[in-house]
């Protein structure tokens, strides 16, 4: 775990504030009690949900140092991802928001067990202006845990030296879907998890990349121009039957819904994409230990102290 301190101590002046009056001396003392009083850990995340890791964590720092929660989920999503994962970016916040606030009702419940105080907001933005926002709100917080790209790449490079497990780039998703805007959209937040995206527009596109390439998951969507999604999943199984599927789809109902189930494969509706990402890592569930398919920001993350 990486704790960075960012603080910077205030109290060189204390002995000479103490040789002042009386009054002057108590109001000093004062204050030097309610600064070192502790107040709440913020911790942050990009995603709707909490990784273990943090939860486990962020408990055990504030039972150990007195303090409260605040839990605050960002959704910082570009203007492509937003225009498709959801008609407008208000709409997709609340997707965002209405998900974090049920995964966070699991890290609320833990905390009150431990008899913490718990607070939790959700905000579209970075977490930088997040945090802002809170100070602005609770008051400023004593510590903030927050996910830590240093430690990310610090911990991919050991993951490889030392376990030898699948690097994260080195799992191929597979994402078929006609729509260009889409697929790219689609294709950069898979990216932004950490992993390759392999895309195609087409059925064909896809059999010819199964040909080539190694693919770990599958994202096909139902309507394409050569060939229906069920068609696709199927032939995907008769080239390679491990390789996990989901089909996409836009006009879904019961009986797509069972014959897909029937294939042994996921099944999701593209009005449910704010809830996607919860959806994906269940996808990655499939692949095998948690070690080889957890996306490295929920292993690591780093403390500071606000200046």
């Known amino acids: 775990m990486t704790i ?3 603080s910077k101590k205030k109290s060189e002046n204390m002995d000479e504030q103490e040789a002042g009056s009386p009054e002057k ?4 003392k004062k204050a030097a009690s309610e600064q070192n009083t502790p107040q709440d850990i913020a911790v942050a995340t990009y995603e709707s949900l909490f ?3 943090m939860v486990s964590y962020t408990l055990e720092m504030a039972v150990r140092m ?3 929660i605040i839990a605050v989920n960002c959704a910082n999503l570009t203007h492509d991802v937003t225009e498709f994962f959801s008609n407008a970016h208000d709409a997709a916040f609340e997707e965002f928001k209405k998900n974090s606030d049920r995964n966070a009702e699991d890290f609320r419940t833990k905390a009150q067990e431990q008899g913490l105080g718990f607070a939790h907001t959700v905000h579209y933005s970075d977490i930088d202006t997040a945090i802002d926002a809170v100070i602005k709100e609770y008051g400023k917080p004593e510590y903030v845990i927050t996910q830590n ?3 990310m790449a610090k911990e991919k490079a050991r993951t490889r030296s030392h376990h030898a497990t699948r690097a994260q780039e080195d799992i191929h998703i597979l994402l078929v879907e006609d729509n260009p805007r889409f697929l790219n959209a689609l294709a950069d937040r898979i990216r932004l998890q950490g992993y390759e995206p392999l895309t195609a527009l087409d059925g064909k596109e ?4 199964l040909q080539t390439k190694t693919v770990h998951l599958a994202i096909i969507d139902q309507r394409l121009p050569d060939m229906d999604g069920l068609d696709l999943i199927a032939r995907v ?4 039957s491990t390789i996990p599927s989901s089909l996409l789809t836009g006009h879904g109902d019961a009986k797509l819904k069972e014959a897909t189930e029937a294939l042994e494969s996921f099944y999701f509706e593209k009005e449910d994409m704010g809830s996607f990402w919860g959806f994906f890592r269940k996808m990655l569930n499939t692949l095998g230990s948690t070690e080889e398919k957890e996306p490295v920001i929920a292993q690591t993350f780093c403390v500071y102290a606000i200046d």
């Open 66 to 68: 007195g303090c409260g």
């Open 149 to 151: 790209p240093a430690a």
């Open 237 to 240: 199984k008769e080239i390679d």
């Open 206 to 209: 896809a059999l010819d990349i």
């Open 51 to 53: 990784p273990d890791k």
């Open 25 to 28: 001396t108590h109001e000093t």
């Open 4 to 6: 960075l301190n960012k």
